[in-house]
């Protein structure tokens, strides 16, 4: 079974940087959008950004001019890069994958705490 494994959260100061990363075990053939999600406590998960195979790119309204996504279409990676950091970017983030065909993948999430 493959999972998708993040990597990179963790604690840091408001104003701050931090770079997610997300890369699957195994293969997944012909992917389509990959993306990141965040759910805060006591609310419902959201998107934060996704990408297409062509780089086309969505960002929620709050995250704009501050993240940055980005993928490596030979590896099947997808990255989120986090500047000027806010305490409400507080969340689990999650890493999703959805391939052409099939069901969509998630990773386990990786906790992005911003402190004041």
């Known amino acids: 079974q493959v999972q998708l494994v993040e990597s990179g959260g963790g604690l840091v100061q408001a104003g701050g940087s931090l770079r997610l990363s997300c890369a699957p075990s195994?293969?997944?053939?012909?992917?389509?959008?990959m993306g990141w999600y965040r759910q805060a406590p006591g609310k419902q998960r959201e998107l934060v950004a996704d990408?297409?195979?062509?780089?086309?790119?969505n960002y929620a309204d709050s995250v704009k001019g501050r993240f940055t996504i980005s993928r490596d279409n030979a590896k099947n990676t997808v990255s989120l890069q986090m500047n000027s950091l806010k305490p409400e970017d507080t969340a689990v983030y999650y890493c999703?994958?959805?391939?052409?065909?099939?069901?969509?993948?998630w990773g386990q999430g990786t906790q992005v705490t911003v402190s004041t």
């Open positions: 999703r994958c959805q391939p052409v065909w099939g069901t969509d993948y």
């Open positions: 195994g293969s997944i053939f012909r992917i389509n959008r």
């Open positions: 990408i297409s195979p062509g780089g086309s790119t």
